[in-house]
């Protein structure tokens, strides 16, 4: 069943395609893809949404086309432009909410801004190197929006960005994945996670922190609409008088790839994941599970570049609701449907159906059961290769990863004996539990960890060997 209300997304590249993924799966009424650009190779190594066939082609209506293919009951409307301060208020005002996806900095402070006047609560997302950023700004709230933080929109180049600095491209899968739970959270008519709070999200450190962020007596975006005074309390002009300029720019045109290299453009420019990343292409990974809740994960995989995708879901004849990767009536087989669909999206991804004792390099466990996980990361385990375990929890739930040697699965796991069905706005477990996987095969660890994720907010801590376990009398032997 849909939630119904409207969605504004400024961006539809990494962010913003897994964003609009996660509200169309919700079953929103109407999403609107506001973007100017076109799809470029790059785009393919941070967008679950757009796949090889797209290059060249608006980016706005590549998104809407395949959301219409693989959501045919929601309403998706593309708008291949630019954001500009002269309509944006008008523009933004019969939404019920908007997503600010977009890199550029400009962008960002003008859709924060125009929310603001139009009275429509904004989030805003960011993702850079291994980290991912989340804020939501209410009209009338007493969080801090983006000129609380910063008094002005900073310059061209003062700022790092994904180009510059890189980002490993499922961070910015979770990034979107996240915005799009958040927007769910907040057309429902909830109190959204990241209301006057920062959430900043580390992989690399392993870290994840919440931080209150006051609104700013003096901001001169959102005091007039706690305060009643200044030209915002007159309420939603169409003139864009105040708001934020940007520049202009049309479609660059950017060449097709010949290879996956150009995807990765980006991954690549992250400290240490060039030097990872041949590990990530020599990678076999075994994805136990192929339905509406791994699939964010397997497109993760996908775009960072693995090198095989092995995925064991031998399920006949289920019928699933539409997700990110297949329609429901793709294939009997689940397994063989998600790799052949997988395959067709991006020309250079590697997937098959896992075959009968196959010796994978590294295991997902999207499995729909406690008693299959556990079976899953044992076996894993006693083949000593890293592991990572996805308990899906409704909206939330928590993800394992298991580094040869480490505590196992059955040290960290959850007391849970059964977990509550998936539910779309679940998609960023998964994203969360690939980003783990790449980065424990480009970058290995040691340590073992669990992220718990509750209404968008995730908590990281060391996992521990439980005493008597026999994992413990593995690592010994292995010593």
Known sequence: MGIGGQALIVGVGGLGGSAALTLASAGVGRLVLLDHERVGP???????????????????????????????????????????????????SGAGVVLAAVEEPALQ?????????????????????TTAQLLTVRPGGAGACLFCLFEEPPTEGELPTAQRVG?????????GALLGAEALRLLAGEHGAYEGRLLTLELRSGSARSVAVPRRASCRACAPLVTGTGPVAAGPTTSGEGLPSTAAIGHPERPRPTDGSAAISAQL????????????????????????????A?????????????????????VDPPGWLHHPAAATQ???????????????????????GGVPTATLVCAPTVTEALAAAEQARRAGVLHV??????????????????????????????????????????CLAAAELVMGIALPSPVGVRVDLARGVPTVRTTTRLAGCSCAAAKAVAR
Do not use: N
Not at 168 to 174: A, D, E, I, Y
């Open 334 to 356: 689940r397994g063989k449907g998600a790799a052949a669909s997988l395959s067709t999206l991006r020309a250079s991804a590697a997937a098959a159906p896992y075959p009968t």
């Open 42 to 92: 790059s785009d393919l190594g941070r967008s679950a949404l757009l796949g090889t066939d797209d290059i060249g082609a608006p980016r706005a209506g590549a998104a809407a086309a395949r959301l219409g293919t693989l959501f045919p009951k929601v309403e998706v409307v593309a708008e291949d432009r630019r954001l500009a301060p002269a309509e944006a208020l008008g523009r933004f």
């Open 389 to 430: 375990v996805m308990e899906r929890d409704a909206d939330g739930g928590s993800v394992v990863v298991v580094p040869p040697g480490a505590p196992c699965y059955a040290c960290a796991r959850s007391a849970s004996t059964a977990w509550r069905p998936w539910q779309p706005a679940g998609a960023a477990l998964a």
């Open 167 to 175: 980002v490993l491209g499922p961070v910015s899968t979770l990034a």
């Open 269 to 296: 420019l992250v400290p240490g994941l060039g030097e990872g990343q041949p590990r990530l292409a020599q990678a076999r990974v075994r994805v136990i599970g192929a339905g509406p809740s791994a699939a964010p």
């Open 298 to 318: 397997l497109l993760s995989l996908a775009q960072a570049g693995v090198g095989l995708l092995w995925i064991d879901d031998p399920t006949e004849g289920s």
């Open 109 to 129: 402070f003008l859709a924060g801004v125009a929310a603001l006047r139009a009275g429509v609560p904004v989030v805003h997302a960011g993702a850079l190197r």
